[in-house]
């Protein structure tokens, strides 16, 4: 039998980390938030209903960052049903997981399961059947200080000083027909361009990430990315890569390669960021790929194909350079995939 050795020595590290990459999120979504992390009642809960068990072992855990309140939840999310008194909260139908929603829970108690957890909140808006008004005046109850319709309201709610939340995302997979109200890339581009702007106008220190595609095999991907970095370079931080790594398959050397398709995946997204960050306004010229391929199971995804992607229209080597990045990428899976 083969074996292998790992030897690890902290004096030879290799590059820095960022600590956000351990995030995690809580949606509302089975008994993530409703008999998981809170459930007033329960022999193990605190005074503010959270499970003391489900604590110690959310810090057993690590996270470092947790988003809320989703998730495909977020896309039909109003976040004013969850502040306030808790017997004045409405209920209401959640078509995300088609069940209903009491808003027992809602961002301040998320805020303050933040601390109890040793974690870094991340916030989502409702870029589906909401918009920039309702992002820019969740940003106001959440992080100003006072003196404004929201931020008072918050300390009227019991809060007084301001969750200063960094970290904020601009709905969740809106390209997705399973989302509520789902979006073209034109259509999502636009509306996280304005919600974006309006959100740093309440607050400058913010960070956003823009959503890219919900995954690698959509049919929109590279596409969508492209044009929703159009709209939104100049406005967000960060654009999201969105997977699920799993072995149903039961097949453990292709789910240990799984690093690869990920390595892939972020090297393909820079090259189109790189394109649209030298793109020229008003310049006609630009390379468009089409390419499609697959080929039978493997221990790679079949399915590596970026459809219409558009790289630079200013700087041809750059384009070229992003262009060649991706196919370099592709034909290495082909190969690997054939042995």
């Known amino acids: ?8 020595d902290r004096d030879f590290a290799i590059g820095h980390t960022d600590p956000r990459l351990f995030g995690a999120f809580v949606e509302h979504l089975g008994r993530c938030v409703y008999g998981g992390i809170y459930e007033p ?35 039909g999310y109003n976040w004013e049903d969850g502040v306030g008194p808790v017997d004045g909260r409405p209920a209401r139908l959640d078509l995300a997981w088609f069940s209903t929603e009491p808003n027992s829970f809602g961002t301040n108690e998320f ?24 992002a820019r ?17 918050r300390r009227a709610h019991g809060w007084d000083k301001p969750h200063n939340v960094k970290f904020w995302c601009l709905g969740n997979e809106m390209d997705g027909p399973w989302q509520m109200e789902a979006k073209t890339a034109t259509e999502y581009g636009r509306i996280a361009h304005e919600a974006a702007k ?24 590279g596409q969508w990315e492209d044009t929703v970095l159009e709209h939104t370079f ?3 931080e960060y654009i999201s890569l969105h997977t699920y790594l799993n072995n ?44 499609q391929h697959k080929t039978p199971k493997s221990h790679l995804d079949p399915n590596w ?21 991706v196919v370099e990428r592709m034909q290495r899976e082909l190969l690997l995939s054939e042995d």
């Open 234 to 236: 100049d406005h967000v």
């Open 111 to 134: 805020m303050d399961w933040c601390k109890a957890a040793g974690v870094e909140p991340m916030m989502a808006v409702n870029l589906g059947t909401r918009g920039g008004d309702a």
């Open 1 to 8: 039998m083969r074996k292998a050795k790992v030897l690890m």
């Open 198 to 221: 309006m959100m740093k106008w309440v607050d400058r220190s913010l960070e956003l990430a823009a959503c890219g595609s919900s995954g690698r095999r959509m049919p929109t991907f």
């Open 248 to 291: 149903y398959d039961a097949d453990t050397p292709a789910f240990l390669a799984s690093c690869d398709l990920m390595d892939n995946f972020i090297e393909e997204v820079v090259a189109i960021a790189d394109a649209v960050k030298k793109a020229a306004p008003g310049c006609e010229d630009f390379l468009a790929v089409i390419v």
């Open 305 to 325: 194909a970026i459809r219409g992607v558009k790289f630079g229209k200013a700087d041809r080597k750059v384009a070229d350079e992003a262009l060649a990045t």
């Open 137 to 153: 005046n969740l940003v106001e109850y959440c992080n100003h200080p006072g003196g404004t319709h929201w931020s008072d309201l």
């Open 41 to 75: 009642g329960h022999p193990s809960a605190d005074a503010r209903g959270f499970r003391k068990d489900v604590l110690a072992l959310v810090q057993e855990l690590g996270p470092t960052i947790v988003r809320y309140p989703g998730g495909n939840f977020v896309s």
